[in-house]
């Protein structure tokens, strides 16, 4: 099994930054790819974005493209999401999940999932 644990969201105004922690832990070595995923209020679960643990190869939703920012550390079984120019549309529980296809967008591909950590942007 693999257990994620997300940290770091908060409040902020329109226009300022957050960065989001994921810390990964148990079977990992089973894991290939980490992906971030949002979901507000009355909406659909969003793909935020997408890395494989190895490479250099990312992939973000349109709604986040230029603003957001998805890294690793390795070493440390952490993966991080940069938010920037933070929008109020951005409010959401953000969650990171774990699975095995690389650059994904899909939920179903990922069958490991923390309980997430809020984002609110105010105006």
């Known amino acids: 099994q693999v257990q994620l644990v997300e940290s770091g969201g908060g409040l902020v105004q329109a226009g300022g930054s957050l960065r989001l922690s994921c810390a990964a832990s148990g079977r ?6 980490m992906g971030w995923f949002r979901q ?8 935020v974005a997408a890395m494989a643990w190895s490479g250099g190869s990312t992939y973000y939703g349109d709604s986040v493209k ?3 920012t998805i890294s ?3 070493a440390k079984n952490m993966v991080y999401l940069q938010m920037n ?9 953000y969650c990171c999940a774990a699975g095995t ?3 994904s967008a899909r939920p179903r591909d990922y069958p490991y999932w ?3 950590t809020q984002v609110t942007v105010s105006s």
Do not use: C, M, W
């Open 28 to 33: 990992t070595s089973s894991t290939y790819a």
């Open 40 to 47: 507000a209020p009355g909406k659909e679960r969003e793909f």
């Open 66 to 68: 230029g603003r957001f």
């Open 72 to 74: 690793r550390d390795n």
């Open 85 to 93: 120019s933070l929008k109020p549309e951005d409010t959401a529980v």
């Open 101 to 103: 296809i690389a650059l």
């Open 114 to 116: 923390g309980q997430g």
